[in-house]
Structures are given as structure tokens and as C-alpha cells.
């Protein structure tokens, strides 16, 4: 349990509040994990009273736990010209906390600003001018800027109200359980820290796609795309998991000097091993332009230029309107010599697996002596299952995230440093994009992008 908090949700109305913020504050109230709280959502447009609201943001399952969490929550509308009732109603809901259990200044704010770009800096001067930043932690929803030069200015205007370490900038991948055993597998286990390297490490795939299509989300697509959407935040973010130097220790600063390090190596990216795609059928989506040229499929080839990585290829793939929703990174092993057994082994090499799913696995594909009189070689798999090894339930990536925010942890938020260097490997490409080559939907992707990873191809679909 941290300090009493006021919760302060912009956007509250949006789909992000709706699917993931207040179900997780839910879960975290019912699991006994919530400080004393008072949950204030705001937005431009009032979507009527505090009841109508609350019922609008109601789990189907709720019962009188949520009668009893619903009480905390309520709406206030605001702008970034007038913050004024806001500001009025979170001073209200700090002396509600102050009187119910006999404190003095001990409350603090976390200030969620899920907002679209163009209001991000505007509301950082609403914070100001109103007091609310005062006492506050602030949680940015991504992106961080649509380029490097708008995301100095957006964390010239941040830092310029708030302390850094005040600031946490989201990115829910890495608040996944699966994400974050990639530090428990490498750093914790004698096995594997050893052979996490260019010796041993032939290449490593990160690949999201996305079995669903845009959904409705026209205008974010077509003013963001994929690249920027999922490139320069989650992959690189995962990329930099698997690919950092061993931290002095698994503190904030020391992980984030190792994931910024990564990223400073990071060869340039080549053009011809970067793939744009689009799927049939999307410029038919309501609010898509006719001539629309947006990719809504990436997939790449990057080089991280130190001695543990020298020549090892990380390929990189999401995209809508895939074959399957999956989320998974494969390393795959150098081969050793395999003439000593009699016939022809197979030639798929070792690969471990990790599946960042809800219910995450851990799966090393290994060759083994099939049993019976002669010596032949096949494939077996040696798997992990988190949900079947541990009796514990894991917490869903935003409800992790809310809970560090409010006590001020920084772990597996992304630091300012590393928001401006993803941007400064990423502005070339968006400078002169490739041409967004057609793909079916329920594919995998342009044939050139099938064919970046070379013969072995990608280990999705899964054998």
C-alpha cells in the first residue's frame, strides 16, 4: 500500500479508460492492492451524471464490490483552456482523504493524461497554471511525439513542469508479466546468461501481428501508422529487454543507462531490409482516403553494433489484419556439427521461445534420440507455464503499471533519454518511407517480408 491518492483519469470517456484503466483500478481495489482513492475522470463533454458515468465504466460481473469502488469515482468536465472546476474538485477530494483518516499532506496525485498529441502540451500548461501538478506523478500514454524534433519540444514543455522523476511514460508491453521474466531468465539462471550472445545466438525474432484490423481507429491509423505506432515504442522496447548488458543492479537507473546503450548501437537502419505494408480492404474503412498510402504492416531487419550482438540479425514484424494475434520472441541457437549422427537431422535449429501472452509460456525446442532400436534425431520441446508452475495470479499489464506509478517506480516505464534516441534511429525511415506493399488480409505480410529473415524464414507460424 502507497499514500492515499487522487487519481486523476483524462479522457476518462475513451476506450483505453473503458477496456483496460478502470477494470484494472477494479482488480486492484478487489485484490486488496489499492491505497485509499478517489478517482476523478475528466473530458471535454460530460457524459452526464457521476451514476450515468460510473454505469458506463461498470464491469458486466461487478456485484457490490463495484457499488463500493463505484463511490470513489466521479466526472468533472475540463479543457485545456478551463481546468478551474477540475482543479476545485481534486482539492475537494484530497480534504475527503485528509478528514476519513486523520492525515495532513500526506495525499498525492497521479494525473493520467490519455489524450491525443495535438492536447498533450496544452494540457501540461493546464496543469501548471491550475496548481494540479503540484504533489503529482504523471503518467503520458504514448506516442511520445510523431518524430524526434516534436518529442524534444513535448519533453522541453514536460520537464519544464514536472521533475523527471515525477514523469512516467507507458508502455504496457513492458508491464506484462512474460516481459518482464525476460530479465528473471537471462540475469537469474546460470543456464542461460552465458550463451545470451553472438557465439551462441544465431538471430532473434520480435513478432506482434495482429489478427484484428483497424476497428474504427481510422484517424489514429491514418495520423500515425504502424511504424510509429508499434516500432519506435514496443518492439524496440522489447528489443531492448532482450538484448541489454547485465544491470548493477535491477534499480531504475541502472536498467534504463543499459536499455539507453542498446539503443546508442543500434546500426542505422538499412532501407532495403525495412518492409511497408497494407492490407487489401483498407482503404475501403470508414475514414480512410482513397489514395491512402499509411503502412498498417512493418517488418525489419536492425544490427546492434557491440560485442555481445556483433553480427546477429534482430528481426522485427507487426501489423493488422494478420493470420493470427501473437506476441512472441525467438531466439534461435547456432548449430554444432551434426555428421557424427547417422542420416539427415533436421535442419531447424534450436530456438528458445517466449510467448508475452496473458497466460505467458517459455518453451526450448531441443533434438533428441527418438526412442526404439536405431539413433534418430527429432525435435522435442521442453515447455514452461507460468500458470501451471506458480499457484499466483498475475496482475495485467496497466494494473502493474498504475500501482509503480503511484509508488513511484520507475522500472518498466521508458525514459526521456530513450524516447529521443528510438526517435533518432526511426526519423530516417519516416523520412523517406518504402512504398506500403499490398498483403491479403489474413496473411502474413508482403512476400518481402516472408523472405527478410533469409532460409529459415519466420518462426511464426508456429511449427
Same mark, same amino acid.
Given at each position: 500500500?502507497?499514500?492515499?491518492?487522487?487519481?486523476?483519469?483524462?479522457?476518462?470517456?475513451?476506450?483505453?479508460?473503458?477496456?483496460?484503466?478502470?477494470?484494472?483500478?477494479?482488480?486492484?481495489?478487489?485484490?486488496?492492492?489499492?491505497?485509499?482513492?478517489?478517482?476523478?475522470?475528466?473530458?471535454?463533454?460530460?457524459?452526464?451524471?457521476?451514476?450515468?458515468?460510473?454505469?458506463?465504466?461498470?464491469?458486466?460481473?461487478?456485484?457490490?464490490?463495484?457499488?463500493?469502488?463505484?463511490?470513489?469515482?466521479?466526472?468533472?468536465?475540463?479543457?485545456?483552456?478551463?481546468?478551474?472546476?477540475?482543479?476545485?474538485?481534486?482539492?475537494?477530494?484530497?480534504?475527503?482523504?485528509?478528514?476519513?483518516?486523520?492525515?495532513?499532506?500526506?495525499?498525492?496525485?497521479?494525473?493520467?493524461?490519455?489524450?491525443?498529441?495535438?492536447?498533450?502540451?496544452?494540457?501540461?500548461?493546464?496543469?501548471?497554471?491550475?496548481?494540479?501538478?503540484?504533489?503529482?506523478?504523471? &503518467?503520458? #500514454?504514448?506516442?511520445?511525439?510523431?518524430?524526434? @524534433? *516534436?518529442?524534444? +519540444?513535448?519533453?522541453? /514543455?514536460?520537464? $519544464?513542469?514536472?521533475?523527471?522523476?515525477?514523469?512516467?511514460?507507458?508502455?504496457?508491453?513492458?508491464?506484462?508479466?512474460?516481459?518482464?521474466?525476460?530479465?528473471?531468465?537471462?540475469?537469474?539462471?546460470?543456464?542461460?546468461?552465458?550463451?545470451?550472445?553472438?557465439?551462441?545466438?544465431?538471430?532473434?525474432?520480435?513478432? &506482434?501481428? #495482429?489478427?484484428?484490423?483497424?476497428?474504427?481507429? @481510422? *484517424?489514429?491509423? +491514418?495520423?500515425?501508422? /504502424?511504424?510509429? $505506432?508499434?516500432?519506435?515504442?514496443?518492439?524496440?522496447?522489447?528489443?531492448?529487454?532482450?538484448?541489454?548488458?547485465?544491470?548493477?543492479?535491477?534499480?531504475?537507473?541502472?536498467?534504463?543507462?543499459?536499455?539507453?546503450?542498446?539503443?546508442?548501437?543500434?546500426?542505422?537502419?538499412?532501407?532495403?531490409?525495412?518492409?511497408?505494408?497494407?492490407?487489401?480492404?483498407?482503404?475501403?474503412?470508414?475514414?480512410?482516403?482513397?489514395?491512402?498510402?499509411?503502412?498498417?504492416?512493418?517488418?525489419?531487419?536492425?544490427?546492434?553494433?557491440?560485442?555481445?550482438?556483433?553480427?546477429?540479425?534482430?528481426?522485427?514484424?507487426?501489423?493488422?489484419?494478420?493470420?493470427?494475434?501473437?506476441?512472441?520472441?525467438?531466439?534461435?541457437?547456432?548449430?554444432?556439427?551434426?555428421?557424427?549422427?547417422?542420416?539427415?537431422?533436421?535442419?531447424?535449429?534450436?530456438?528458445?521461445?517466449?510467448?508475452?501472452?496473458?497466460?505467458?509460456?517459455?518453451?526450448?525446442?531441443?533434438?533428441?534420440?527418438?526412442?526404439?532400436?536405431?539413433?534418430?534425431?527429432?525435435?522435442?520441446?521442453?515447455?514452461?507455464?507460468?500458470?501451471?508452475?506458480?499457484?499466483?495470479?498475475?496482475?495485467?499489464?496497466?494494473?502493474?503499471?498504475?500501482?509503480?506509478?503511484?509508488?513511484?517506480?520507475?522500472?518498466?516505464?521508458?525514459?526521456?533519454?530513450?524516447?529521443?534516441?528510438?526517435?533518432?534511429?526511426?526519423?530516417?525511415?519516416?523520412?523517406?518511407?518504402?512504398?506500403?506493399?499490398?498483403?491479403?488480409?489474413?496473411?502474413?505480410?508482403?512476400?518481402?517480408?516472408?523472405?527478410?529473415?533469409?532460409?529459415?524464414?519466420?518462426?511464426?507460424?508456429?511449427?
Amino acid at each position: 500500500m502507497t499514500a492515499p491518492h487522487v487519481l486523476v483519469l483524462f479522457g476518462a470517456s475513451g476506450d483505453l479508460a473503458k477496456r483496460k484503466l478502470f477494470p484494472g483500478l477494479f482488480h486492484l481495489h478487489r485484490a486488496g492492492l489499492l491505497p485509499d482513492v478517489r478517482i476523478i475522470g475528466t473530458g471535454r463533454h460530460s457524459p452526464g451524471t457521476d451514476e450515468e458515468f460510473r454505469a458506463k465504466v461498470a464491469p458486466e460481473d461487478g456485484g457490490a464490490e463495484w457499488d463500493e469502488f463505484a463511490a470513489t469515482i466521479r466526472f468533472v468536465v475540463s479543457s485545456a483552456e478551463d481546468g478551474d472546476d477540475l482543479a476545485t474538485a481534486v482539492a475537494e477530494a484530497e480534504k475527503d482523504l485528509r478528514d476519513g483518516d486523520g492525515g495532513d499532506d500526506g495525499v498525492r496525485r497521479l494525473l493520467y493524461l490519455s489524450v491525443p498529441p495535438s492536447a498533450m502540451q496544452p494540457m501540461i500548461a493546464m496543469l501548471e497554471s491550475t496548481g494540479l501538478h503540484e504533489r503529482a506523478h504523471l &503518467v503520458l #500514454e504514448k506516442p511520445f511525439g510523431h518524430d524526434l @524534433a *516534436s518529442a524534444k +519540444e513535448l519533453n522541453a /514543455t514536460v520537464l $519544464d513542469v514536472f521533475d523527471e522523476s515525477a514523469v512516467f511514460r507507458i508502455d504496457h508491453f513492458l508491464g506484462k508479466e512474460a516481459v518482464q521474466n525476460i530479465l528473471a531468465l537471462r540475469f537469474a539462471n546460470g543456464l542461460m546468461e552465458p550463451v545470451w550472445n553472438s557465439r551462441h545466438i544465431a538471430y532473434v525474432q520480435i513478432d &506482434v501481428p #495482429e489478427e484484428i484490423g483497424i476497428e474504427g481507429r @481510422a *484517424s489514429f491509423m +491514418e495520423s500515425t501508422g /504502424t511504424f510509429r $505506432d508499434m516500432i519506435s515504442t514496443h518492439l524496440f522496447q522489447l528489443l531492448g529487454f532482450v538484448a541489454l548488458e547485465p544491470p548493477v543492479r535491477l534499480d531504475p537507473d541502472s536498467l534504463h543507462q543499459e536499455k539507453a546503450k542498446v539503443f546508442r548501437a543500434v546500426r542505422e537502419l538499412d532501407p532495403s531490409k525495412v518492409v511497408f505494408g497494407q492490407y487489401d480492404g483498407y482503404r475501403d474503412e470508414e475514414g480512410v482516403a482513397d489514395d491512402s498510402t499509411r503502412e498498417t504492416f512493418v517488418a525489419l531487419e536492425a544490427y546492434i553494433d557491440n560485442w555481445r550482438w556483433h553480427g546477429v540479425p534482430f528481426f522485427l514484424r507487426t501489423g493488422k489484419a494478420l493470420a493470427e494475434g501473437r506476441r512472441t520472441i525467438t531466439l534461435g541457437f547456432r548449430e554444432p556439427p551434426l555428421r557424427m549422427f547417422p542420416g539427415d537431422p533436421d535442419g531447424s535449429p534450436n530456438e528458445l521461445v517466449l510467448e508475452l501472452t496473458d497466460e505467458p509460456e517459455i518453451s526450448l525446442e531441443v533434438r533428441a534420440k527418438v526412442p526404439g532400436p536405431g539413433f534418430h534425431l527429432k525435435h522435442a520441446r521442453l515447455d514452461l507455464k507460468f500458470e501451471e508452475a506458480f499457484d499466483a495470479e498475475p496482475l495485467e499489464a496497466y494494473e502493474k503499471l498504475l500501482l509503480d506509478a503511484m509508488e513511484g517506480n520507475h522500472l518498466l516505464f521508458t525514459s526521456t533519454v530513450e524516447v529521443e534516441q528510438l526517435w533518432e534511429l526511426c526519423d530516417p525511415v519516416l523520412a523517406d518511407p518504402p512504398e506500403a506493399l499490398p498483403y491479403e488480409q489474413g496473411s502474413w505480410g508482403p512476400q518481402a517480408a516472408l523472405e527478410l529473415p533469409g532460409g529459415r524464414g519466420w518462426r511464426l507460424p508456429g511449427k
